[in-house]
């Protein structure tokens, strides 16, 4: 284990997700993509992603509809439900670590909240 926190940005927006993706990689996290419903369910399984960015409007369908299982089977994830709509949220666990995030994103509201969770996002030095 290389110690860095995982995020998996699950979005068929490609031009964000791979700003998001290069945003996190430059604040040293490994990042996974995937751009459905389906294969963002298989992807939370294989690469346990300590935060999760996820989509409403997925081709295959609302990525909302997954949150309160993924809260479910993987209660230490970070989500953050993303859309640039105000849809209801979904019903999910008083406990849930989710938030809602408005597109379009500011990377300078991400900085925020790394900074309020006290999330490391430096580069270590060596």
């Not at 945003?23 to 369910?41: C, I, P, Q, T, W």
């Not at 992603?49 to 996820?54: A, G, M, R, V």
């Not at 989710?98 to 509201?109: A, G, N, Q, W, Y």
Request: aromatic share 6%; glycine share 4%.
């Amino acid at each position: 284990m290389n110690g860095r926190k995982v995020v998996l940005i699950i979005d068929d927006e490609i031009d964000l997700s791979l700003l998001l993706k290069s945003y996190f990689l430059r604040k040293n996290f490994e990042v996974f993509l995937s751009h459905s419903v389906a294969d963002g369910m298989q992807k939370i399984d294989e690469v346990k992603p300590d935060i999760l960015f996820l989509d409403n409007n997925l081709p295959d369908g609302e990525g909302w509809r997954i949150a309160p299982e993924v809260c479910r089977l993987h209660p230490d994830i970070r989500i953050n439900l993303i859309s640039a709509y105000h849809p209801s949220l979904p019903d999910l666990p008083a406990d849930a670590r989710v938030r809602l995030i408005e597109k379009p994103i500011r990377l300078s509201d991400l900085d925020k909240e790394f900074e309020d969770n006290n999330i490391q996002t430096e580069v270590p030095e060596q």
